[in-house]
């Protein structure tokens, strides 16, 4: 705890978690030097607390962090078994300890001040900032404030679901796992009423492997509805769960709605992470898009511009996800079927970068044209009636 209080400095980051550690390295690995920076968070973020999963090219910084990584993905359903060959791209699984230790060494080089309290109101006069703790004390004035701290969207959306799942890292005493091959997507788990289900696999050798289970949709499981859908999944994996440890557990929810999040609620604060938009709404991914923020954070204090990202994802994109929840919401089109023919009908590389949030106009065409055509344009129409509906009462 910082003795003098407020602290004045040029960037506070209010939010330790992922967002924040990856814009502490962004700072240090672009050589940004002679800058101000205070870290408030009541909780100094080590260990392994998440796991992230992403697709890149390989050779970036990230590389020396992985745990393992993949050339080669299974994309699974009742039907059949696709292997998938990611080339260029690489499937990267990224705990969240060496994260955090690389935002721990470039606070040090930043020489950055770190206040272990909560924050509270955040008061922008447009000049500076001052971050208040929850009892209204000044703790820190900046010149400009990134908030990673988790928010609602702006107004609610036509379609909130969530993506919510449990993992077992599990440990096995001979060879197991194959660790050439993670499965991304195993759609052949029991369906839920309303939504999709699906496990995964991500080994990182032959006897130590993240084996999860995850829905989409509007209703979280309790915890032994959890532990009996990945029960139920190890079992169709063939895996004899007494001869394996469950050495960890991973939970978490993440939020999949059309709803908007408020990115710059006020001139000098800048929202990053899921409440800054980094969530893609129809799959749940988050990461590459921090990642994308932190490195735009950086790059423009280096130049000495504001520290604004560019929005996560296009306009086109939200659009379609907006279409998509609603399709797979209201029962236009299943998401085993959906997510099957999004695989089937496009490169696999395309479709990846389609789920970060990079093709271009003419590959987005490709992906809606390997949609069912008629109940995605309902979907479509039902879309557009929502939003003049929502127009209307604003």
């Given at each position: ?319 379609m996800d907006a279409v998509a929840l609603r399709a797979l919401d209201r029962g236009h089109v299943g998401g085993v079927e959906f997510f099957e023919r999004l695989f089937d009908r496009n490169p696999p590389e395309r479709v990846l ?42």
């Amino acid at each position: 705890m910082h003795a003098s209080f407020p602290v004045d400095v040029d960037l506070a980051l209010v939010g330790g978690g992922g967002a924040a550690s990856l814009v502490l390295a962004a700072l240090d690995r672009h050589g940004v030097t002679g800058l101000r920076v205070a870290v408030v968070d009541p909780v100094h973020k080590r260990g392994q607390d998440r796991t992230w999963a992403f697709w890149g090219l390989p050779g970036d910084d990230l590389d020396p962090l992985l745990s393992a990584s993949w050339s080669q993905v299974d994309v699974v359903t009742p039907a059949a078994r696709r292997v998938l060959s990611l080339d260029p791209l690489r499937y990267g699984m990224l705990r969240s300890a060496p994260v955090y230790d690389r935002a721990a060494e470039a606070e040090r080089r930043l020489d950055a001040v770190r206040i272990s309290a909560p924050a509270g109101e955040l008061r922008d006069d447009g000049e500076r900032v001052t971050v208040r703790d929850p009892d209204g004390r000044d703790l820190v004035r900046a010149g400009w404030v990134l908030d990673s701290r988790p928010r609602r969207p702006r107004r609610p959306g036509r379609t909130s679901w969530l993506q919510h799942f449990r993992g077992w890292w599990l440990t096995a005493d001979r060879p197991t796992f194959d660790p050439q091959r993670a499965v991304l997507m195993d759609f052949r788990t029991p369906q839920p009423q309303r939504g999709v289900s699906f496990g995964y696999v991500l080994p990182v050798d032959d006897r130590f492997a993240l084996v999860e289970y995850t829905e989409f949709g509007p209703e979280l499981l309790d915890d032994a509805g959890y532990d009996a859908a990945l029960r139920g999944y190890a079992d169709l994996l063939g895996l004899d769960l007494t001869a394996l440890r469950v050495r960890e557990v991973e939970n978490g929810v993440i939020p999949m709605t059309d709803g908007p999040f408020e990115s710059r609620p006020s001139p000098r604060v800048v929202r990053l992470g899921t409440a800054g938009g980094a969530t893609r709404p129809s799959t749940g991914f988050t990461f590459s898009a921090m990642l994308r923020q932190a490195d735009q954070v950086a790059l423009a204090l280096a130049a000495g511009r504001p520290p604004v990202p560019a929005p996560a994802y296009p306009g086109r994109h939200l659009w379609m996800d907006a279409v998509a929840l609603r399709a797979l919401d209201r029962g236009h089109v299943g998401g085993v079927e959906f997510f099957e023919r999004l695989f089937d009908r496009n490169p696999p590389e395309r479709v990846l970068r389609f789920l970060d949030g990079v093709t271009s106009p003419a590959e987005d065409l490709a992906v809606m044209r390997s949609s069912p055509l008629l109940p995605m344009t309902g979907a479509v129409l039902g879309d557009a009636a929502g939003r003049l509906r929502a127009r209307l009462r604003r």
